[in-house]
Each structure stands twice: as C-alpha cells, then as structure tokens.
C-alpha cells in the first residue's frame, strides 16, 4: 500500500475505535436503566414480548443502513438480551438435544444471555415450564414444507400456559458426516420430518440401499453420525459445529423457502404491541356444517385468519378440535364479538394466546 494509503486506512480505524468507545458508553448506560427498571419493578416479570417487539419494530423503522433491518434488528436483540439477564437471568426450555433447530430459534427469540435447557420431548417442555423449573418453552408448531408439528398442538388443548411469542426459523439442511465424502454411506439418521424435507435430494445423490433411520432430533441425529463413519445426519450448522462433522452438502432441502414456526410459551399474557396474532382452539360436533359454523362467526365480524388446522380430538369428548390463528388482539371489539358469537356454537372454545407477531 503506498503511504496515502496506509494513511486513510488509519484514519478510517481510528474514526472506528472511536465509535466503538461511543457505542459500548451508550449501552452500559442503557444498561444501567434495563437495572432501574428491574429495580422498580420489585422482583416482577422482567420479560414483556409486547415492548420488545416494539423495540425491534422501532429500529427496523429507524434504521436508513447500509446494515439491513433484519441486521439491526438482531444486534439489538443481543443488547437487550443481556440487559434483560441484568434484571433477571431467563432459562429457556427446548426440545433438545443441544444443537436442534429449536435450541436455534430459543436464542433467535431470547438472545445468548439466556440459558437454554434441553430437553429429551415436547412433553418434557410443556410440563417443566409447568413445573416453574424454566421460565419459558419454545417449541416447534408448523413447518413450511411438511405442516403442523401434531404433538405441540395435542398438548396446547390441556396446557395452561400461554403462548406469548413467535419465532420464524429459515431451515436450512446440511448432510453431515465424520468423513469426506459421499462414498460408504450406508444409513442416514434425521428426524422424520428433516428426511421428508429432504426426500427427493437423497433420492437423486445417494444409492437407494442407503438406509434413511428417523430419530428423534437433528442433533441427536448428528451425535450418532459422530461415532459411525459409515452413517451420515441431515441436520443445521449447529449441530455441525457441536459434533464437529463434514458438511457434504449444504441446504440440501427440497424447497427453498423450508421455514419452521416456533411457539414462545409461558405463564403469563401477552399485552397488545400494535401488530398482534391471536391463536384458538376450537371444537365442534361431529355434523352437517360444522366447520363453517366455526369459522363464520370470525369471518362475519372481520377476523382474518392466516392459519386453520383440524385434528381429531385426544380427550373423547368431541370429534373434531379446530386450530386458528387469526390477525388481532384478543381485547379488540370484533375479537370480543366473534368469541361470544363462537361460543354460542363451539362446544369448547379457548384462547391459547393473543401475542406479538414475529419481528426478525
């Protein structure tokens, strides 16, 4: 480099170390008002979905780049993950082992400062949350490619937590292996609906003999890869990187837009943040007509929804349960009204949770 160069660049470094100094002042002040508040609050909930999604919307809105919203967004994710752990540390269950898409979205939505603990189903989740030995659960509820996660809507129904967040989670699928290669592969581990997303790549790169094994996560997939070069996981870079394996090919599922939706869920309500979702469920007899007395009452008093799911009932007392997600806040006027109106023809009618919509 000449010296004009090497003298620019100085500059430039300089300006950077400067803003630096700046930029971590500002937060250790923000720091020290995330304390007071905790402080005032006397030991209450420190975790409000509803001021947080403002806070990320708001600096989405500010923000005139060159880093991108979504960008933005995250570094102050980060930021107030580690004021919040000033107030109040958070433990965060999820459906493990470590390394799961799951475990991913938990720190998606809560940031590294909290403290995520797995767990080994997403019975175990609910019920420790229940339990108060983990201040949230975050579980998978639908995917983009294979649809609803059966079980988190099963237990949803009986649970008395609420839902009070969502986390959106771009899939991506890598094929991972302690070797190099594709050669001498003779099984392939993943969870069930993973191998599905995966299905027609396998078909067209790997010989028909190699054995597809589902289990019961990505990561527990790619441990058992970890000590078998003859097999190989299909599973993300989390779990890549924990059992240090190859990655033979990366995004190897077959659609690109594969996204999962994750459900935050707690003890407490959501409070309105202004661009809120609402999720119900909803039973009905088995007759002529059912499924449009359910959803009726919603679209008569203009109630969007932007999902619907049946699945058969678990308890024996009705045929069908309905699940809806529906854009809104449950303490809106034509809520209120298409609610009463819902109860008068639902047999069983509950709302799992008004809360905001995800942000990043």
Not at 48 to 73: D, H, M, W, Y
Request: charge should be negative.
């Amino acid at each position: 480099m000449s010296d004009e160069q090497l003298n620019l660049l100085k500059q430039h470094r300089d300006a950077i170390d400067a803003i630096d100094a700046q930029i971590l002042k500002l937060i250790n002040q923000r720091a020290e008002h995330a304390h007071t508040i905790g402080v005032i609050k006397g030991g209450g909930v420190v975790y409000r979905p509803e001021r947080e999604a403002q806070v990320l919307t708001r600096i989405k809105e500010l923000n005139q780049g060159p880093l991108s919203g979504e960008a933005a967004a995250r570094l102050f994710r980060e930021i107030m993950s580690e004021c919040l752990a000033l107030e109040k540390p958070l433990t965060i269950a999820y459906l493990g082992p470590e390394g799961t898409f799951t475990q991913a979205a938990a720190v998606k939505h809560f940031g590294h400062a909290a403290s995520t603990l797995p767990c080994a189903s997403i019975d175990e989740v609910f019920r420790i949350v229940e339990a108060g030995s983990a201040d949230y659960a975050v579980a998978p509820v639908e995917n983009s490619t294979e649809g609803a996660v059966g079980r988190t809507l099963d237990l949803m129904v009986a649970s008395s937590l609420q839902i009070c967040g969502e986390v959106v989670l771009r899939i991506h699928h890598h094929l991972l292996r302690v070797s190099e290669g594709l050669d001498g592969i003779k099984r392939v581990y993943s969870h069930a609906q993973s191998l599905a997303q995966c299905h027609e790549w396998l078909n067209k790169n790997l010989p028909a003999d190699v054995e597809r094994i589902s289990v019961s996560s990505n990561a527990e997939a790619a441990r058992l890869a970890s000590l078998d070069p003859s097999c190989a996981a299909i599973a993300g870079d989390a779990a890549a990187e924990k059992y240090v394996l190859n990655k033979l090919a990366q995004n190897i599922e077959d659609e690109p837009n594969n996204t999962t939706r994750f459900l935050v869920l707690g003890k407490q309500t959501a409070a309105r943040s202004g661009r809120d979702k609402t999720s119900l469920v909803i039973s009905a007899p088995n007759r002529a007509g059912a499924l449009h007395a359910v959803a009726e009452p919603l679209a008569r008093n203009g109630v969007s929804m932007t999902k619907f799911e049946s699945r058969p009932s678990r308890t024996g007392l009705w045929e069908y349960v309905f699940f809806a997600d529906v854009e809104g806040f449950i303490d809106d006027d034509n809520m209120q009204t298409a609610l009463a109106e819902l109860q008068q023809v639902a047999a069983f009618v509950k709302v799992l949770g008004s809360y905001p919509q995800a942000v990043i």
